[in-house]
């Protein structure tokens, strides 16, 4: 059960920095002669609504970021209980962590763009096709502020995990016979 868990833990951890670390924003390349697709560089209402829930849903994600830590705080413990080198691990999880209470006052600022929705209703449905593109250009910049704030030690911490996990293999289950 605690080999699930802690996989889980790691997993859940990587995803985000994942998300983190990745644009906020696709391109997709459509046929020319596709009829069903606005003029380019033109946002229509339901691109507008795509972009608004993923950027909250990454908002979000940045959100859980502190608990994240303290469980891999948690690991990385029993980790060094159990004679294992740590130091790499540890020292990529201090980095993380102090870019990230760097980034908090960016995070927290952007909580007044996720209250207000501009452009958005509760259920992020586009009321207002202009504001709503304004309220999209301004979480994406806050985004990149964060994701600048964090310096890349977000991928640094998931290098070190994948380190770890190279330099100590778990040893493989013998069956009962």
């Known amino acids: 059960m605690k080999i699930l868990f802690k996989k889980t833990v790691l ?8 998300l983190a670390s990745l644009p906020l924003v696709n391109a997709f390349a459509a046929g020319a002669s596709d009829p069903s697709t606005p003029p380019k560089g033109e946002l229509t209402d ?6 608004w829930a993923k950027q909250l849903r990454a908002y979000e994600k940045i959100g ?4 994240a830590i303290g469980k891999l705080q948690g690991l990385i413990d029993r980790l060094a209980e159990n004679g294992k080198d740590i130091s790499e691990l540890q020292a990529a999880l201090d980095a993380f962590a102090d870019a990230v209470e760097d980034a908090k006052p960016i995070y927290e600022s952007g909580q007044a763009i996720v209250d207000s ?4 209703d509760t259920s992020g449905k586009v009321t207002d096709s ?10 994406g910049e806050k985004m990149k502020e964060i994701k600048e704030a964090m310096g890349g030690t977000g991928k640094a911490l998931r290098d070190a995990l994948h380190a770890f996990r190279d330099a100590n293999p778990r040893r493989e289950k013998t069956p009962a016979p």
């Open 46 to 51: 339901e691109r507008l609504e795509q972009i």
């Open 130 to 139: 202009e504001q709503a593109k304004e309220t999209v250009r301004a979480m």
């Open 11 to 18: 997993l859940t951890l990587v995803a985000a920095l994942g």
């Open 64 to 67: 859980k970021t502190e608990d």
């Open 117 to 120: 929705h501009a452009g958005f």
